[in-house]
């Protein structure tokens, strides 16, 4: 029996327990009979949590090692080890312009020095490298994504508001979430398909960090946490995002390899453009500023002037929808395009590009 159903069955035993006892449900034998099943039903739910406890235990002495904190000239996040010739794998917004970084260990205080090996702002990642590599550094063991399921019990690791090594729990809320970053408070603006969605808290410093499943596996690297505009544009608690670790690789193991990413399977259009709006004020389509000469705009027809109102099937009224919708496709795939040109609806089919 593998460590995952076991944890099943433990939990599945927990909550089948604090049912009875809340309910009261019992034979309807004798008092001693009462008695002796509630005596252990109570002894089964201490023991249940003291194993679900020691597993958390575990994987924060596993894990935690391999998570460290860096600080930038003007920001401070968090890290993981990559692998153990001191490569770090982080948010790009974290490292921002800088190229190089103080990098501090959970196990010490000692504060080390990286350097930028590349940025990639379009996925909102980064990977750094340790000038001199400590003796016992750890690298985390990243697991498959794409075997994450919604109810899963995760831990953020990370260090939030500056509290170095710090541990948050929750469950994986959705999967397959699509999100678009902001520009102007401390985001690359970067639109990001695929995030791991989760009620493990996450605040300024987590960004970087490691989002861990119960089996001592990164699952995803916590970036961001959804803004409540009613709450002007605060955290809305319990609504978090990670990059899913399929991703952190395929961008991690390319930067190490070629220095860059020469790879990114993001699709694109081959243009640049702003959001336009109706005699109404309302957003109504993104127009094209610029296009790329042979790209899959170009190639299609779609020309400087053109306002893009529609992606197949989906509606775009902003740039930022946009950038959603080709978040979907991929680099090779075809598509419609739809856009009005001086008053006239066209629709043109398109052979996408790679970002």
Same mark, same amino acid.
């Given at each position: ?33 009462? $008695? ?62 800088? $190229? ?27 990977? /750094? ?13 990243? &697991? ?74 990164? /699952? ?18 319990? *609504? ?24 990114? &399977? ?18 109504? &389509? ?29 509606? *775009? ?39």
């Amino acid at each position: 029996m593998d460590a995952s159903r076991t944890r099943a069955l433990r939990l599945a035993a927990a909550l089948a327990c604090s049912l009875a006892l809340v309910s009261g449900c019992s034979d309807s034998g004798s008092s001693h009979s009462k $008695k002796s099943e509630d005596s252990t039903t109570q002894a089964a739910v201490p023991a249940a949590d003291s194993d679900l406890q020691s597993d958390y235990q575990k994987v924060i002495k596993d894990v935690l090692p391999s998570v460290v904190q860096i600080q930038a000239s003007s920001d401070l996040g968090s890290g993981v080890v990559y692998d153990g010739k001191g490569h770090i794998v982080t948010n790009a917004h974290v490292v921002g312009d800088d $190229k190089t970084f103080k990098v501090t260990t959970a196990n010490s205080e000692d504060e080390l020095t990286a350097t930028l090996v590349y940025s990639y702002p379009e996925q909102d990642l980064a990977v /750094i490298k340790l000038d001199k590599v400590p003796d016992g550094l750890k690298a985390a063991t990243f &697991g498959d994504s794409s075997k994450v399921a919604v109810g899963q019990i995760v831990l953020a690791m990370g260090s939030p508001l500056g509290l170095s090594s710090s541990v948050t729990q929750g469950i994986v809320s959705a999967t397959g979430r699509t999100v678009s970053e902001g520009s102007t408070d401390g985001g690359t603006g970067a639109t990001i398909a695929n995030m791991v969605q989760t009620s493990a808290a996450i605040n300024p410093g987590n960004s970087g960090g490691a989002l861990v499943n119960l089996d001592g596996q990164v /699952i995803g690297i916590p970036t961001l946490a959804a803004t409540d505009p009613n709450l002007g544009d605060s955290a809305a608690p319990g *609504i978090g995002f990670a990059i899913p670790s399929a991703m952190v690789k395929t961008i991690a193991d390319q930067i190490i390899k070629d220095g860059e990413v020469t790879d990114s &399977g993001r699709a694109a259009l081959g243009i640049t453009g702003r959001t336009v709006v109706d005699d109404s004020y309302q957003a109504a &389509g993104v127009a094209v500023v610029e296009v790329k000469s042979d790209g899959a705009a170009d190639k299609a027809g779609i020309e400087a002037g053109d306002i893009i109102t529609q992606l197949g099937d989906t509606q *775009i009224t902003t740039i930022t929808s946009l950038s959603e919708a080709l978040a979907a496709d991929k680099p090779g795939g075809r598509t419609s395009v739809t856009f009005t040109r001086d008053g006239s609806a066209k629709t043109v089919d398109v052979t996408l590009g790679e970002q």
